[in-house]
């Protein structure tokens, strides 16, 4: 008996909900504040007082703390909604954002039945976003969870702007449209890139379409983009560019950032031993090698993207790949205290297009050969996802073991070893704490590294030795409030004057 149109889409549904239970079922026995949890939820006094939120929009008129490098105020508000909900309880976060994870996926499968109109394939290109071991920071990541919200909110940009092109009279889908994009912005500075993606999935699958009215329907999003951007800058931080902290040739940052594309699509294929930040050292050999990949892939992309011919999706993909490597080598050119990092989660449309990529070509195996390879290779694909989501599941499930997995993938990467630190000396270990740390600094004077390791002797009470790396750490810092309260306060211990 064949199932109606709408008991197709609750089949379809329920697929998606199934896959991602199945993928973090596992998840739900993580019950540690871990990495960023400590920052962000437990040691946040601001969650538990409401007006705080406002200073979150307005940080300019807020004189009680510095400037942040970043102007993300949305987030604050999912932390204080998600900390009323579930208080100090690590469990109802994880189901909390396994619930933003479950929205995000089905609204990635509405997203790409309205592009391209094929619901078997959006089913497909759903479960495999669901279960990738790329998303398992948001579901163990108890202050994560924000991340899946500004996914879902972006696909809603992008249906919308859809029924604005199949109805263009009704003016209100551009702007429901245009209002999300700018929600999306609210939550992370990354979202800035969604109008290029828009670009490159409206050229590659909407008919009809000059490249002026394209551009023109683009419009609204690049003034929000500017409005915000202005915004961002004025009620945020500076912000250090690489070319001005270390000399940097034009060949050894297109060698970097082909070294970073390469980590995230080796990872997107293959699920394997995942990290949610990965880094890496100014590449300075093979310099040509790496730049003519670069190129090559460049012009491939640009290519595929040109030809008509060539199927909506596979387009799609190639856009989304080509703007993805501009998106990474515009983000590294800030933060080079840690080094060239990229992050799975900055790529998210990229993700959506390459499963939408692989759904496709397996449906194309399904025309051509016998049902079962087909389901021989979809099943192992899926197994593969699974396999590597709930080992890394259970490498969440305590801090020590996330960090050290997390140092061990990145060699030389000195976050991982902070926060791993940190852990130990709030078990009260400082002997391990200090090692680490020290070990971290020889990789990286990073100021963060410089104030823990004061706070140990500070600690200790051993204030003269505590001052020398508070010093240091305000030369590389100084504008921090906390560097120069700690620093009064040994020299009131001392009787000596500030």
Known sequence: MKLSFKNTKIVYVLFILFFCLLAYANSFRNVNFLIDDWDSIVDNARLSQPKYLFYEFFPIVDSSAALQPYYRPLISVVLAVSYWICGFNVLGYHILNFMFLCLACLSIYIFIEKYF???????????????????????????????????????????????????????????????????????????????????????????????????????????????????????????????????????????????????????????????????????????????????????????????????????????????????????????????????????????????????????????????????????????????NSWALNQVWATEERYCMFWAKQVPGFTTPLSYLASHYMREGDEVKGEVVLREALKESQQPILLYKLGMIYYERQEFDQAKLYFEQARILAPESKTLRFLLEQIEEINGGKF
Request: with cysteine; net charge positive.
């Open 117 to 387: 109109e094929n619901s078997s394939m959006a089913v497909m290109t759903a479960i495999f976003c669901a279960i990738h071991p790329f998303n398992s920071y948001i579901v163990n990541n108890a202050s994560a969870g924000f991340s899946a919200l500004k996914l879902a909110v972006l696909c809603w940009a992008a249906i919308f702007f859809k029924s604005f092109h199949d109805h263009p009279a009704r003016k209100v889908y551009l702007v429901v449209s245009v209002s999300l994009y700018t929600l999306a912005l609210l939550f992370h500075d990354n979202a800035l890139t969604f109008p290029l993606f828009l670009l490159a999935l409206s050229s590659a699958c909407l008919k009809n379409n000059s490249l002026s009215r394209l551009f023109l329907r683009m419009s609204p999003y690049v003034i929000v983009s500017v409005i915000l951007y202005l915004i961002k800058e004025y009620c945020s931080g500076d912000m250090v560019n690489i070319f001005d902290h270390e000399a940097v040739s034009i060949w050894q940052y297109g060698a970097s950032v082909t070294k970073l594309m390469a980590w995230y699509v080796e990872k997107l294929f293959t699920g394997v031993d995942v990290v949610f930040i990965w880094a890496t050292h100014t590449v300075v050999t093979h310099l040509a090698w790496w730049n003519i990949l670069l190129l090559l892939v460049i012009l491939v992309c640009v290519r595929i993207c040109f030809l008509k011919k060539i199927v909506s999706v596979v387009r799609f993909a190639a856009g989304s790949f080509l703007l993805s490597v501009f998106s990474v080598a515009g983000a590294c050119r800030f933060e080079p205290a840690h080094g060239w990092i990229i992050e799975p989660s900055w790529l998210s449309f990229a993700a959506i297009a390459f499963f939408a990529g692989i759904s496709f070509t397996l449906l194309k195996i399904r025309e051509i050969f016998p049902k079962f390879i087909f389901v021989l290779i979809f099943s192992a694909y899926v197994g593969t996802l699974l396999f």
